[in-house]
């Protein structure tokens, strides 16, 4: 597993930091260029994609229908900026009775909570593995992008109970948009241990500039494309 320090390092996004964590120096992600161009870079990259993807979301509309019927898209309650609760919009992946599975089984829900993850998942609908591990599933969260509750690039969006694991680091995440694309997506997704995750959100805090979001954009997406750490 990579660790974030050489992550960065390794991909190219390492250089000259405008601060270092536990410096006085402004995070680069506090600066309010940064942050103005992310944004339009933002909805510039959601808005052609959801024109140029367009036919793909009708085919994965047909796919879950024909597999479990509707609904198409599933929400969950995620947390943003501030801390402020919000909805994740994604393709159905799951049963519909996904969470009375859990509440069912003691020993799977234990399993689930220790990473927010399952290894061998006993909720997905028949194309739901082929969607999480390409991450099709995720391609509506560009209306999230577009509505500013998500940027393209940013520490991955947590769910209830993950405020907690994060520690003192949440006021960290609480500072930033989360992201579709970021360090933790490309540097493994699935096997990263969930103390290096929460290392990621902090280096990406001190270290982001608009050429790193495009460079860890870029490795997102070979990473989806390589199936790398997919589930």
């Given at each position: 597993m990579?660790?974030?320090t050489?992550?960065l390092?390794n991909?190219?996004?390492?250089?000259e930091?405008s601060?270092?964590?536990?410096?006085?120096?402004?995070?680069?992600?506090?600066?309010?260029?940064?942050?103005v161009?992310?944004?339009i870079?933002?909805?510039?990259?959601?808005?052609?994609a959801?024109l140029?993807l367009?036919?793909v979301?009708i085919?994965i509309a047909?796919?879950?229908v024909?597999s479990?019927?509707?609904?198409?898209?599933?929400?969950?309650r995620r947390?943003?900026?501030?801390?402020?609760?919000?909805?994740?919009?994604k393709?159905?992946?799951m049963r519909?009775?996904?969470?009375?599975?859990?509440?069912?089984?003691?020993?799977?829900k234990?399993?689930?909570?220790k990473g927010f993850?399952?290894?061998?998942?006993?909720?997905l609908?028949r194309?739901?593995k082929?969607?999480?591990?390409t991450?099709l599933?995720?391609?509506?969260?560009?209306i999230?992008?577009?509505?500013g509750?998500?940027?393209?690039?940013g520490?991955?969006?947590i769910?209830?109970?993950e405020?907690?694991?994060?520690?003192?680091?949440?006021?960290?995440?609480?500072?930033?948009?989360?992201?579709?694309?970021?360090?933790?997506?490309?540097?493994?997704?699935?096997?990263?241990?969930?103390?290096?995750?929460?290392?990621?959100?902090e280096?990406y805090?001190?270290?982001a500039?608009?050429?790193r979001d495009?460079?860890?954009?870029?490795?997102?997406?070979?990473?989806?494309l390589r199936?790398e750490?997919?589930?």
């Open positions: 990579i660790k974030p050489s992550a390092e991909s190219g996004l390492a250089g930091p601060s270092e964590p536990g410096s006085h120096r402004l995070p680069r992600y506090e600066h309010r260029f940064y942050r161009m992310k944004r870079f933002d909805i510039i990259m959601a808005s052609v959801l140029v367009f036919p979301f085919l047909i796919l879950v024909s479990d019927g509707g609904p198409i898209l599933f929400k969950h947390y943003g900026l501030g801390g402020k609760p919000f909805y994740i919009y393709f159905r992946s519909k009775d996904a969470e009375q599975i859990l509440e069912r089984d003691p020993a799977l234990e399993q689930f909570l993850k399952l290894d061998h998942d006993p909720r609908i194309f739901g082929f969607l999480r591990s991450s599933d995720e391609l509506p969260q560009f999230n992008i577009l509505k509750e998500m940027s393209v690039v520490p991955r969006p769910m209830d109970g405020q907690e694991r994060y520690g003192a680091a949440y006021e960290t995440y609480k500072a930033m948009i989360p992201g579709c694309a970021g360090l933790w997506q490309c540097n493994g997704r699935s096997q990263v241990d969930y103390e290096d995750r929460i290392k990621y959100t280096e805090y001190h270290y500039s608009l050429r495009v460079l860890i954009l870029w490795r997102t997406i070979l990473a989806v199936r750490g997919a589930q």
